[in-house]
């Protein structure tokens, strides 16, 4: 069974930093593209961080990047988004993605990546 599995949400002040991590089971990471996705309430889920298979190529959004990192720990089959000096507009529930087609970054939808993780909130708030 092919699933992935997030951690690491929960509640950090203005400026503070939060590592949110997704595992995988039943497939390796490592010939998948893998995604960050984020719904804040009220608005469409938009994928924020993209990492190719077996490259070390990644792509933000721009309302992230400077300050989100995406990884890939191929030994852990795991994924993980490093978030720092995080901002109360990046409250919202973030979900971990994987897809086979591994090499196209530039495939930006929800519908583009076929397994999920199930969500974690992540409140910015003082």
């Known amino acids: 069974q092919l699933q992935l599995v997030e951690s690491g949400g929960g509640l950090v002040q203005p400026g503070g930093s939060l590592r949110l991590s997704c595992a995988a089971s039943g497939f390796s990471l490592d010939y998948y593209r893998i995604g960050w996705f984020r719904q804040a309430p009220g608005k469409e889920r938009e994928r924020i961080s993209c990492?190719?298979?077996?490259?070390?190529?990644?792509y933000y959004a721009d309302s992230v990047k400077g300050r989100f990192t995406i990884s890939r720990d191929s030994a852990k089959n795991m994924m993980y988004l490093q978030m720092n000096n995080l901002k109360a507009e990046d409250t919202a529930v973030f979900y971990c993605?994987?897809?086979?087609?591994?090499?196209?970054?530039?495939?930006?939808?929800?519908?583009?990546?076929?397994?999920w993780g199930q969500g974690t909130q992540v409140t910015v708030s003082s």
């Open positions: 990492l190719i298979s077996w490259g070390s190529s990644a």
């Open positions: 993605a994987a897809d086979p087609q591994g090499y196209d970054c530039s495939l930006t939808q929800s519908y583009d990546y076929e397994y």
